[in-house]
T-cell receptor
């Protein structure tokens, strides 16, 4: 009965590869997010979707493309992976302003 | 200047101590103020949520917001070793976009 789940938990890949991370929430929330947490634990928003519509799109390289097939799912596809993409990626969902529930994270390592 | 400033610590206290964690911010449009707790290798979990100046208490935790000084605090009473984690303040205006502080690492020693 996990509220926000992500797969995979760990992802190790080489530079230049393309990879996807999947997120699902069973909380019935309308809004979902992708965050990136760097090695210094700084958490920064990347994208937000409300009911399958993109509402926040931060200054993120266009190698990153989010996709929301329905309001319970938000996936993140990354093309041509670079060393600097190594980080922990968190999915989150919310019902009201500020009150966000985070998934367990996907630890991406690019070699 | 960052929109939200938070001392990363680390902060080490003995069990039973009162812990005070703080953040300052520069954006007057922030209306929602949150504290998240993040254990090592886990996702952040919402601890406290406030949208007005003043205090909010939940068990051993008290969140304080002073909008006039652009300053928020989290107090932990009777701290326990299980409170050892990174505490992240976060704020939002009406855009729904959360801006996080860098996080303060807390260690409570038995």
């Amino acid at each position: 009965d996990t509220a926000v789940s992500q797969t995979p938990k760990y992802l190790v890949t080489q530079m230049g590869n393309d990879k996807s991370i999947k997120c699902e929430q069973n909380l019935g929330h309308d809004t979902m997010y992708w965050y990136k947490q760097d090695s210094k634990k700084f958490l920064k928003i990347m994208f937000s979707y409300n009911n399958k519509e993109l509402i926040i799109n931060e200054t993120v390289p266009n190698r990153f493309s989010p996709k929301s097939p329905d309001k319970a799912h938000l996936n993140l596809h990354i093309n041509s992976l670079e060393l600097g993409d190594s980080a922990v990626y968190f999915c989150a969902s919310s019902l009201r302003q500020g009150e966000q529930y985070f998934g367990p994270g996907t630890r991406l390592t690019v070699t | 200047q960052k929109e939200v400033e938070q001392d990363p610590g680390p902060l080490s206290v003995p069990e039973g101590a009162i812990v005070s964690l703080n953040c300052t911010y520069s954006n007057s449009a922030f209306q929602y103020f949150m504290w998240y707790r993040q254990y090592s290798r886990k996702g952040p979990e919402l601890l406290m949520y406030t949208y007005s100046s003043g205090n909010k208490e939940d068990g051993r935790f008290t969140a304080q917001v002073d909008k006039s000084s652009k300053y928020i605090s989290l107090f932990i009473r009777d701290s326990q070793p299980s409170d050892s984690a990174t505490y992240l303040c976060a704020m939002a205006a009406n855009t729904g976009k959360l801006i996080f502080g860098q996080g303060t690492t807390l260690q409570v020693k038995p």
